[in-house]
């Protein structure tokens, strides 16, 4: 998705996972995933570099669709859909 694009999702779960180290942010990811439904979208808030290739590699894995991530000062927002 483009960033634009991105920008205007409105994620069904957002897990706000700022506040902790790799692997904080994908057990946290790991988690949520099980309060949504199938085709509903997450965003992930991580301030860890490591996050945003845990996650698109965690998704590619479980069978779930990365969307992107957007930089923000500080944090990333990373994006994905439950299959």
């Known amino acids: 998705m483009t960033p634009e694009e991105l920008q205007s999702l ?3 779960k957002i897990v706000d996972a ?3 180290a790799c692997p904080g942010p ?3 990811a790991k988690k ?3 309060t949504i439904n199938s085709g509903d979208t997450m965003e992930v808030l991580s301030a860890d570099e490591g996050t945003k290739v ?3 590699k965690w998704c590619t ?3 779930h669709e990365y969307l ?3 930089n923000e000062s500080g ?3 990373i994006f994905l859909k439950k299959k």
């Open 68 to 70: 992107g991530t957007l």
């Open 26 to 28: 994908l057990l946290e």
């Open 18 to 20: 700022r506040g902790t």
């Open 32 to 34: 949520a995933i099980g």
């Open 61 to 63: 894995k479980q069978g």
């Open 54 to 56: 845990d996650i698109p």
């Open 10 to 12: 409105n994620a069904s």
């Open 75 to 77: 944090y990333y927002r």
